[in-house]
């Protein structure tokens, strides 16, 4: 049996099964990781590093999509609070801040702040489309990521318990103890298997 990750875990940012969300910012909400690095073996155009234990995880899997004839590339990784507040101000400029709120987070409470956290796509026209979700690499991942310890993050349906809407691109590394666990007792969203409050929106005020 797998011990789920205890509070003290879900809190703190070091840990690879921190949990954040809009109700769960990043503690302190400045926090950088220190063991950032470039993931060798895919392409990666967004030229952001993740953390170690992330990168090779995910070099794994690269390989591995690559082997099955569907690679996939990294297109964001690690983003600073200050990258995802000039991201996110942007969304809220172009689509409104409703709009935005719900496939992008305020600074501090972004989950690629972690450093943990992979958005992926086939390089074919897919990227942060739910379309990615249909496509062959994008069906691999779903099928395969729990086995180098990455979880679809944000499934369809799940908006009011993970906050945003699904996105099929979205895999965030929890090592393969958590990932397996949780594809074998069929819980589809981090915070239900944590034992953590839905976090639909942001606290009040
Ligand atoms: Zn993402």
């Given at each position: 049996m797998v011990i789920r990750p205890s509070e003290q875990q879900l809190r703190d940012p070091r840990s690879l099964s921190v949990l954040v969300n809009k109700l769960r910012p990043l503690d302190p909400i400045g926090w950088v990781p220190?063991?950032?690095?470039?993931?060798?073996?895919?392409?990666?155009?967004?030229?952001?590093?993740?953390?170690?234990?992330?990168?090779?995880?995910?070099?794994?899997?690269?390989?591995?999509?690559?082997?099955?004839?569907?690679?996939?590339?990294?297109?964001s990784g690690y983003r600073s609070r200050e990258l995802q507040q000039s991201l996110f101000e942007g969304y809220s400029a172009s689509d409104g801040v409703a709009a935005a709120e719900t496939y992008s987070a305020r600074p501090g409470h972004s989950e690629h702040q972690t450093g943990?956290?992979?958005?992926?796509?086939?390089?074919?026209?897919?990227?942060?489309?739910?379309?990615?979700?249909?496509?062959?690499?994008?069906?691999?991942?779903?099928?395969?990521?729990?086995?180098?310890?990455?979880?679809?993050?944000?499934?369809?349906?799940?908006?009011?318990?993970?906050?945003?809407?699904?996105?099929?691109?979205?895999?965030?590394?929890?090592?393969?103890?958590?990932?397996?666990?949780m594809r074998e007792s069929g819980i589809i969203n981090y915070e239900e298997y944590v034992g953590a409050e839905p976090a639909p929106d942001y606290a009040a005020g």
């Open positions: 220190e063991d950032l690095v470039m993931p060798a073996g895919l392409e990666n155009p967004s030229g952001h590093p993740i953390r170690a234990a992330a990168a090779a995880a995910l070099q794994v899997m690269a390989a591995a999509a690559a082997e099955a004839g569907v690679p996939f590339r990294l297109v943990l956290a992979v958005d992926l796509d086939d390089g074919a026209g897919h990227a942060f489309t739910s379309a990615f979700g249909d496509t062959a690499a994008g069906l691999w991942l779903r099928r395969h990521c729990a086995e180098f310890g990455f979880i679809l993050r944000y499934e369809q349906g799940e908006q009011p318990v993970v906050g945003y809407i699904y996105e099929p691109w979205h895999f965030r590394y929890v090592g393969t103890e958590i990932s397996l666990d």
